[in-house]
């Protein structure tokens, strides 16, 4: 059974940064792509961005140049370098793992990040 577990959330002010980080523990082999999606009180879940084991990136619009996402294939671990924080970024950020054609997803069980002052 693989588990994503996540880390790094909490309270930042403004401007400020956070790194998450996510681990999946069960798995016998690299996950194809990882990355994180986030929620925020009353809207859908979106893409944040993602990372392949061959390293290709994607990233969603509103975060270009401020996240940055990176992955240790060996360790089947994805990390988010979150810098010029805004309220807006305030959300549930889950980490996803998934195969090339969706043949396995996984998700984490969430971890808060909060923008205020």
């Known amino acids: 059974q693989v588990q994503l577990v996540e880390s790094g959330g909490g309270l930042v002010q403004p401007g400020g940064s956070l790194r998450l980080s996510c681990a999946a523990s069960?798995?016998?082999?690299?996950?194809?792509?990882m990355g994180w999606y986030r929620q925020a009180p009353g809207k859908q879940r979106e893409l944040v961005a993602t990372?392949?084991?061959?390293?290709?990136?994607n990233y969603v619009h509103s975060v270009k140049g401020r996240f940055t996402i990176s992955r240790d294939n060996a360790k089947n671990t994805v990390y988010l370098q979150m810098n010029s924080l805004n309220p807006e970024d305030t959300a549930v950020y889950y980490c996803?793992?998934?195969?090339?054609?969706?043949?396995?997803?996984?998700w984490g069980q969430g971890t808060q990040v909060t923008v205020s002052s």
């Open positions: 069960g798995s016998i082999f690299t996950i194809y792509a």
């Open positions: 996803n793992g998934r195969g090339v054609l969706y043949e396995y997803e996984y």
């Open positions: 990372a392949t084991s061959g390293g290709s990136t």
